[in-house]
């Protein structure tokens, strides 16, 4: 104990002069030296080279320092629902929402089950729970589902789309193909 506090009497200024040129509160000042005493007291036997105290001394005001700031730094409550985008352009699933549910109706009732569920965002391990099918089975269902949705869709839609892909216009192919 004597050791650890002629260490502390010889460094304590330091200590002090580091944290009162980044703090403007001496009770400040005072509570960061005293956690910096108490965390060398702590680590008094994992300290073999007493010639590295003062560089531990002053890390460790360092990071008493850092989350000080950091505990004292305001928060501002997260908001329930992101601000909508104003240049914020659809997906080609929302651009396409209003004809998905008539070409679902169109997939024989296991598939249209499986997609059904996958595009309200089920984890697929639950539409297997569902369906009574294993996970590769459902899998299975899910991909032959939009394997099938997409053909519907290239039958009944001419699409326009940009140099990226990206879906810009649909319009529905003549009438009399079925696609009503």
């Not at 309200?120 to 996970?135: H, W």
Request: glycine fraction near 4%.
């Amino acid at each position: 104990m004597n050791d650890l506090t002629a260490a502390w009497d010889s460094h304590r200024e330091r200590v002090g002069k580091y944290l009162r040129r980044r703090l403007a509160s001496e009770a400040d000042v005072e509570d960061l030296q005293q956690e910096t005493f108490l965390r060398l007291y702590r680590a008094q036997p994992s300290l073999a080279d007493s010639s590295r105290i003062e560089a531990w001394l002053l890390h460790t005001a360092r990071n008493l320092l850092v989350d000080h700031y950091r505990a004292s730094r305001p928060t501002s409550p997260l908001e329930v629902e992101p601000a909508a985008e104003p240049n914020r352009v659809p997906t080609p699933l929302e651009t396409l929402q209003p004809c998905i549910s008539p070409l679902l109706t169109r997939l024989p009732e296991k598939y249209r089950q499986a997609l059904s569920l996958d595009l309200d965002g089920v984890p697929q391990q639950e539409i297997a729970q569902r369906q009574g099918v294993g996970l590769s089975g459902a899998k299975s269902r899910v991909q032959r589902a939009r394997n099938l949705l997409h053909r519907e869709f290239e039958r009944c839609c001419m699409f326009s789309h940009d140099d990226d892909g990206t879906l810009l216009d649909y319009r529905q192919r003549l009438a009399g193909n079925s696609c009503a």
